[in-house]
C-alpha cells in the first residue's frame, strides 16, 4: 500500500496544485493585515438543514481550558481537576443551573486509574447534582467529538434535552507500570499468607523485574508511533520538509494573531493551586523557517521529514460543551451559538491510512448532509502533523486515491486555504487527546459568527485509523 501510494500519487506533487498552492498561500498569508480573513457579517442565502420531525439540536456555549505544555503549569494536577474547571468556566459562563443538565459525558485518552470515570469525578466536583448520570468515552483524539455526538443521540433519541459533554487530557503525570513479573509478583506477595511465602517471591525478584512499562502513543496492533506513521505518511504522498514547516509557521503564526485579537473566546481563565492564573495557552510560538530547518527528524532518523516543530506537542487541557435541543435551550432563555447536524466516523486501515480520517470522513458528512465541498464557508480540521495535514489535501486533491480508496469517479477536492484553519489549530494552540474535538466545534461556531458564515465542517484522524467529520450550521444571528 505504501509503495502504491508513493508510486502513483507523486502525481499529486508535480502538478500545480499543493506544493504551488501553499508557497503562494504562506506568503499571501504572512503579507496581509489579518482583518482580511473576516469580512463583514454577510446575510444568510443558503437553504437550512433543518429537516420535518427532526430535532434541532445546537451547540449553547463551548469552554476550555488554556491549553498547556505539559510539564508547566499544571503540572501538579490531576486530570480531574483540569476537567472540574471547564466544568466550571461553563457553568459560569452559561449561568447554568447545577440541576439543569439530564445527563454529562467526558472523553479521555489516557486514564489516571484513581478517576477512571473521570466525568462523574469532575461533576461531583464542579458542584452538579449528584443525581445527574455521568459517563467517559475513549476513542483517541476523537474522544470528545463521541462524548458530543453522544450526547446529540440521547437528545434526539428523546432521552435528554440538556446535556454536558467535554474531554480532558493530562499529560504531565501519566501511569507508569511496573513490568509484568513485577505486577505478577507483587499480586502474589498480597495473596500470600506466611511469612516463608513473602520472603521466597522477595527473593526471586531480579533487575528486569524493575523495569518500567512506559505509555507510547503507538499502535498496539502494528507497534508503530504515530509519528513514525505520519513520516511515511508524509513520504508516501511527496510532503517535503519545507512544506511541513511552512504550513506549522502558518498555524503558530495564525494562532498568535488570533490571541492577541481576542478572538479565542472559549479560553476561560483559571486558577491553578498554588500557582498563578492561567489565562492563554502557552505553546504559541511563532519562529522562522530558518529556525525550523535546524531540528533533525523526531521519528525515522535521520533523514525523516517530521519534527519537534512540524508535530503537536503534548499538551494538558480540558474542553466542555452545553449542547442542548432548540426548543429547550430558547425556553431556558439562551441564544444558541450552532446547530449540531450530521456527522460520521470513519475507520481504514491503521498501518498505511492510519491519519487519513478526515479525507474519508469528509465527502462522507457532505454527502449525508446535501452539501458540497464550496458550501462550507468554516474548515477545521485537528492538526496532528503538518505532514498529516498535508497529506490529507494531497489525497482529497488526487483522482486516483479517490478513485482507488474512495470508490468515487474523481477527487473530493480540496478546503480553500483561506477558509481553513484560520484561528491556528493543533500545531499551534496544543492537542490534549481527549479535549480537541469540543475546541474543533466551539471554534467552528465562533468563526462562523464572526465571518458570517453558515456552513462548517470539522475534521480529525484519531489512533487506530478511524477518523470523524460533522458539519456544524450558523444559529440566525
Known amino acids: ?68 505544555l505539559s510539564g508547566t503549569t ?17 457553568l459560569h459562563r452559561t449561568g447554568l443551573p447545577k440541576d439543569a443538565v439530564d445527563y454529562i459525558i467526558y472523553g479521555t485518552v489516557i486514564q489516571e486509574v ?27 483524539c476523537i474522544s470528545s467529538n463521541q462524548a458530543m455526538t453522544s450526547a446529540v443521540g440521547l437528545i434526539a433519541a428523546g432521552q435528554c ?50 523495569s518500567p512499562e512506559l505509555p507510547a502513543v503507538a499502535e498496539f496492533s502494528t507497534a508503530e508511533t504515530m509519528g513514525h506513521s505520519a ?11 519545507v512544506e511541513q514547516d511552512e504550513f506549522a509557521l502558518r498555524s503558530h503564526t495564525l494562532a498568535k494573531k488570533a490571541q492577541d485579537a481576542g478572538l479565542l473566546q472559549d479560553v476561560i481563565s483559571f486558577k491553578v493551586p ?20 535546524k531540528l533533525k527528524a523526531a521519528f525515522v532518523k535521520p533523514h525523516g521529514t517530521v519534527t519537534a516543530a512540524n508535530s503537536s506537542f503534548l499538551t494538558d487541557g480540558a474542553s466542555a460543551v452545553l449542547v442542548m435541543s432548540e426548543e429547550k435551550a430558547l425556553a431556558m432563555g439562551y441564544k444558541p451559538k450552532a446547530y449540531l447536524r450530521d456527522f460520521v466516523y470513519v475507520s481504514q486501515d491503521p498501518k498505511d491510512q492510519l491519519l487519513l480520517g478526515p479525507t474519508y470522513g469528509t465527502p462522507k458528512v457532505l454527502e ?51 477558509k481553513f484553519n484560520l484561528w491556528g489549530g493543533s500545531l499551534s494552540l496544543g492537542h490534549p487527546f481527549g479535549a480537541t474535538g469540543c475546541r474543533l466545534v466551539t471554534t467552528v461556531a465562533h468563526r462562523l459568527q464572526k465571518e458570517g458564515g453558515q456552513y462548517g465542517l470539522v475534521a480529525a484522524c484519531a ?6 467529520a460533522m458539519v456544524i450550521e450558523a444559529y440566525p444571528q
Not at 231 to 241: I, T
Not at 463 to 468: I, V
Request: some cysteine.
Open 1 to 68: 500500500m505504501a509503495s502504491m501510494l508513493l508510486n502513483t500519487v507523486r502525481s499529486c506533487s508535480t502538478s500545480p496544485s499543493w506544493a504551488m498552492r501553499i508557497g503562494k498561500l504562506t506568503t499571501f498569508l504572512f503579507s496581509i493585515s489579518y482583518c482580511c480573513y473576516f469580512p463583514s457579517v454577510q446575510t444568510k442565502s443558503k437553504k437550512t438543514l433543518a429537516r420535518p420531525g427532526v430535532k434541532n439540536i445546537v451547540l449553547v456555549e463551548g469552554v476550555r481550558t488554556p491549553f498547556l
Open 74 to 90: 499544571y503540572a501538579d494536577l490531576m486530570p480531574h481537576d483540569l476537567a472540574r474547571a471547564a466544568l466550571q468556566g461553563l
Open 114 to 140: 484513581k478517576t477512571s470515570n473521570v466525568a462523574r469525578e469532575a461533576a461531583l466536583g464542579a458542584g452538579f447534582s449528584d443525581k445527574i448520570p455521568a459517563h467517559t468515552v475513549t476513542m483517541a
Open 161 to 210: 434535552d440538556a446535556v454536558v459533554a467535554g474531554g480532558v487530557e493530562f499529560m504531565s503525570d501519566v501511569p507508569i507500570r511496573h513490568s509484568r513479573k513485577m505486577r505478577k509478583t507483587m499480586l502474589s506477595l498480597n495473596k500470600a499468607k506466611t511469612l516463608g511465602q513473602r520472603l521466597s517471591l522477595i527473593g526471586s525478584i531480579r533487575l528486569a523485574h524493575l
Open 231 to 241: 513520516d511515511r505518511l508524509a513520504a508516501a504522498f511527496g510532503v517535503s520538509r
Open 274 to 293: 498554588g500557582r498563578d492564573i492561567v489565562s492563554k495557552d502557552n505553546g504559541i510560538r511563532p519562529s522562522s523557517m530558518e529556525q525550523m530547518g
Open 368 to 418: 449525508r448532509a446535501g452539501l458540497s465541498m464550496s458550501d462550507i464557508d468554516v474548515f477545521e480540521f485537528h492538526e496532528a502533523f503538518a505532514g498529516q495535514i498535508m497529506a490529507n489535501l494531497k489525497a482529497m486533491d488526487s483522482d486516483w486515491f479517490g478513485q482507488t480508496y474512495l470508490g468515487r469517479k474523481s477527487k473530493v477536492g480540496t478546503p480553500p486555504m483561506e
Open 463 to 468: 489512533a487506530g485509523g478511524q477518523g470523524h
